[in-house]
């Protein structure tokens, strides 16, 4: 395996069903000593707010792999319930809360970073972002740093 492999992931969604593919994808590659730069941007940015990564939902309207009809997915209490379900079930496979393994990822040696522009446009400065964030950074900036990588967009 080559030392020099590069993987940058692109987390643009702010679900929790979208939190952890970016999150379980940087720690393999951590594993396997490939070098990774996650870039949160859009709605993603709800995976590193201080404010929300604890209290992140399962949307079930608009999402066919939910295997409900989607008329259920707009009841009240239909969004809560599918969110309980889903931390059920990762907790049964051990997967730890989005904050507890944006920790490990970053102590892994993984590289985390908010959009610039994302972050502008939601008000958001480094202090309203969870600690492991390295840095806010422009599309082209991230790009520069992704040089090589293999570019994965969630």
Not at 2 to 16: C, F, N, P, Q, W
Not at 71 to 86: F, K, N, S
Not at 118 to 133: C, N, S, Y
């Amino acid at each position: 395996m080559s030392e020099d492999r590069k993987m940058a992931i692109i987390v643009s969604k702010g679900t929790l069903d979208m939190a952890y593919p970016g999150l379980v994808l940087a720690n393999a590659a951590r594993m396997l000593g490939i070098e990774v730069k996650l870039f949160f941007t859009f709605w993603g940015m709800d995976v590193i707010n201080k404010k929300t990564v604890d209290h992140l939902k399962v949307a079930p309207v608009g999402n066919p792999a939910m295997h409900m009809p989607q008329l259920a997915g707009v009841l009240p209490g239909a969004t809560d319930l599918a969110t309980t379900m889903m931390k059920k079930q990762m907790e049964k496979l051990d997967f730890p809360p989005v904050r507890e393994f944006l920790e490990m990822v970053h102590d892994a040696g993984a590289e985390i970073y908010a959009c610039r522009m994302a972050a502008d446009m939601m008000g958001l400065t480094k202090e309203d972002l969870v600690p492991q964030v390295d840095d806010i950074v422009g599309a082209m900036e991230f790009l520069e740093m992704a040089e090589g990588a293999q570019i994965i967009f969630i």
